[in-house]
């Protein structure tokens, strides 16, 4: 398993995207975020296609602090059922793995 990840979900808007980032980075999930958008969505949704415009937020955090960042992000998502995943980050710089790490270490 790998000690870094890059965690992803989207919201309707650029506001609640940021809200969603400002509260993870302030509660020590995420060492960084980034709200992304607007990007185009295709999806199905209760049985149904549908397109939409979205902004990806995207959480750069520790293996450690994903569990609670996964919980924070159902909890506070506007949506019932939020895209919450998750990828390893298999490299990067040393000196910016290490700031991630201690900026969630708490």
Known sequence: MTDY???ATAT???DSG???AEGAVA???AAAAQVVGPVTSVFWHHGERGVGEEWQILFFTTAARYPELERY???EHSWS???VT???IVRGSTDYLAWVARSVDV
Do not use: F, I
């Open 12 to 14: 309707d808007s650029r």
């Open 27 to 29: 509660g020590w999930l």
């Open 86 to 88: 998750a990828v390893p």
């Open 73 to 75: 992000l159902l909890d």
């Open 18 to 20: 940021v809200l969603l």
């Open 5 to 7: 990840l890059q965690l």
């Open 81 to 83: 059922n939020p895209q």
